[in-house]
């Protein structure tokens, strides 16, 4: 059940028209909530799943300290060991890349985006594209967000 689940909600995120783009690793789907309430819903949900949150950074907050002013833009660090010591075996300097991280920002047009760095990317970054735990971790993530980002009715 749980993988059929898993099936159709990345069918869901993957399949909506415009909803997902990738470029360089990056992978960002929109949000049809607010960058602090997309952020929030994630955190949250990370935090259910029993993943460590390590930060929570507000590049907002960060400009407005130095007199700029900067859409909304927040960084979200979290893992476990139990999902990125195998990463990190099959090549240690994939922890450069360690713990995860999400993006979630406000574009000039008002659109806000949730994106984070595609596991597979970085595994061919690092020489290990073969690496199963790279896989694992994308799921994860593409699970995470999409329940992020699903419309409650």
């Not at 994939?94 to 994106?115: M, R």
């Not at 735990?133 to 980002?149: N, Q, V, W």
Request: glycine share 10%; hydrophobic share 50%; with cysteine.
């Amino acid at each position: 059940m749980k993988k059929l689940s898993l099936f159709l909600i990345l069918c869901f995120v993957f399949t909506s028209a415009a909803t997902v783009w990738a470029a360089d690793g990056l992978i960002a789907m929109k949000s049809s909530y607010s960058a602090d309430e997309t952020m929030n819903r994630f955190e949250a949900i990370a935090k259910n799943k029993g993943l460590n949150i390590f930060a929570r950074i507000n590049h907002t907050a960060g400009a407005a300290k130095i007199g700029k002013t900067l859409r909304p833009t927040e960084v979200l660090i979290f893992g476990n060991p139990q999902g990125g010591t195998p990463f990190i075996e099959c090549a240690q300097t994939v922890g450069i890349d360690l713990p995860l991280k999400v993006l979630v920002w406000q574009d000039a047009a008002g659109q806000v985006w949730l994106g984070y760095n595609d596991p597979v990317y970085l595994a061919k970054r690092h020489g290990v594209s073969q690496c199963p735990a790279a896989g694992k971790l994308g799921k994860a993530l593409a699970g995470l967000s999409a329940a992020t980002l699903m419309v409650e009715m």
